[in-house]
């Protein structure tokens, strides 16, 4: 095999990143290969994906999968483990060259840190990763000269537009959002909607947790302290604006006033390709953007009233330590309880906020403090949900 060839570990191959990221490496197979794939439970995908890329591992979270995939890779040259900890030491392979982290939630955090200490590259698709532990994270990255390149659409429309601007200072970064499927919506109107309502995104096809995420605001509220330690700046730094048709992925304000914007239309390939060649770039068959078929490009508040989990969030920045901890691990406990409907929709944000009034503060969290609050809050959430009288659901 060609040296020039990258060898690419996705961390969370079978969901809507991962699964892109497989395409944009089928399309390019003369610079990338897929090393490493990884799934959570979803053995069938991760087999057929395993049996077309031939990656050096497979491995399923899921060990009660694990016969299943090993047996049906057997005539493959696949090694095939399963269990969190063997993604945490195999991402360490000397082969790999950069790890894509696409794994949802919580989850992520340990393998990026693993990778990030054998000097990997990131390319950064789990928010929660900084979310949770941005100060630890970002350290470490400096420490072993490791880029952390951001995958989601709005932080890659960011560092682009810092491309070449290394010596500027940023006056305000601008990320935009869609406004998700109930942009204009009231509270009457939410107190009623199911997880099949939250699930219709208008301009983007993302998995269910993301997409409930974007639904309630919290996604716009996880980005926003993600960029804190993506880009080095203060909350008060960080304007979040609606912009319906998802054409402006985000922009950056100088301090001369110019402002840099990323344009292009909706499509998640874009941010991953440019992950994987940066600081390259190469030629594609993605469709192009057509000014004539948006004449109009509009932009409003987001309603923080209604939509209480962004607001919540600038709080937990703001207040710092373990509380963006507190906040992922309940959000992500709220978002499943309301799949599942044990939870009305409303009710995710007062969940969040009964998590952050009621779990233990810590200032200057170690990552083992943050292993435990999580483990906390997912189970004082999960306790105040069995704890809701049914009429209480959507309060």
Known sequence: ?????????????????????????KGNSNLFRAFLLTAHSNADLLISQAMEFVPQYAIICDTTKYLQVKEALAHLPIQVLAGHKAIIDTVTHPDIAVVLTAMVGFAGLEPTIAAIKAGKDIALANKETLVVAGEIVTALAKQHGV?????????????????????????KLIITASGGPFRGRNV?????VTPRDALKHPNWIMGAKITIDSASLMNKGLEVIEAKWLFDVDADQIEVIVHPQSIIHSMVQFRDGSIKAQMGLPDMK???????????????DFKRFNFAAYPNLTF???????????????????????????INAANEIAVAGFLNNSIGFLAMSNLIEECMQHINFIEQ??????????????????????KLPSKAIHY
């Open 147 to 171: 880029t952390i390149l951001p995958v989601d659409s709005e932080h890659s429309a960011i560092f682009q537009c810092l491309a070449g601007e290394e010596n500027n200072p940023i006056e």
């Open 300 to 326: 409003e508040k987001p309603d923080l009233d209604t939509f209480r989990n962004l607001n919540l969030a600038y709080v937990a920045l703001k207040q710092g330590g373990n509380m963006p901890c507190i």
């Open 1 to 25: 095999m060609s040296s020039s060839i990258k060898n690419v570990a996705i961390l969370g191959s079978t969901g809507s990143i991962g699964t892109q990221t497989l395409d944009v490496i």
């Open 188 to 192: 009457a109107f939410l107190a009623n």
């Open 270 to 284: 874009l941010p991953i390709q440019y992950a994987l060649t940066y600081p390259n770039r190469i030629q594609n």
């Open 365 to 386: 969290p170690s990552l083992n403090d943050y292993l435990n609050t999580d483990k906390e809050t997912r189970i004082f959430a999960q306790n105040f949900i069995q």
